[in-house]
């Protein structure tokens, strides 16, 4: 084989050489770069609702959508306290006598982590 033959040959093995180091280089980087972009969140959402002085409940009760009471499971929501209290305005006499409050629940939700593009 001449000179100039294997020249060329060792010169393009070690482009190889190098294009694949480089392409690995540059994949390693842009991977480590996306996973730092990768964003978990918490979200805490304030839940109100109303709660009520029940005779003969051993635990809290709520004020209902459908103007009644139950436990905390039935309870109606509201996403601010402004609603919750105008909620109270509507209710019957005989719910505003056992002394209805506006109560806030916290409600963790937890977001999925997400990529930002």
Not at 3 to 19: E, M, P, R, Y
Not at 33 to 40: E, K, M, N, Y
Request: positive net charge; proline residues 3%; contains cysteine.
């Amino acid at each position: 084989m001449n000179t100039q033959k294997l020249f060329n040959k060792t010169l393009l093995v070690n482009t190889l050489k190098v294009t694949a180091t480089l392409f690995t280089l540059l994949s390693s980087l842009y991977f480590s770069t996306a996973s730092a972009d990768t964003q978990c969140k918490t979200i805490t959402k304030q839940i109100w609702a109303i709660s009520l002085s029940c005779r003969g409940w051993s635990s809290p009760c709520y004020a209902t959508s459908s103007g009644g009471y139950s436990s905390r499971n039935g309870a109606k929501t509201f996403d601010s306290i402004d609603s919750a209290q105008r909620f109270i305005r509507q209710l019957s006499k005989s719910i505003q006598r056992m002394n209805p409050q506006v109560t806030q629940f916290a409600s963790e939700q937890h977001t999925p982590c997400t990529e930002d593009e």
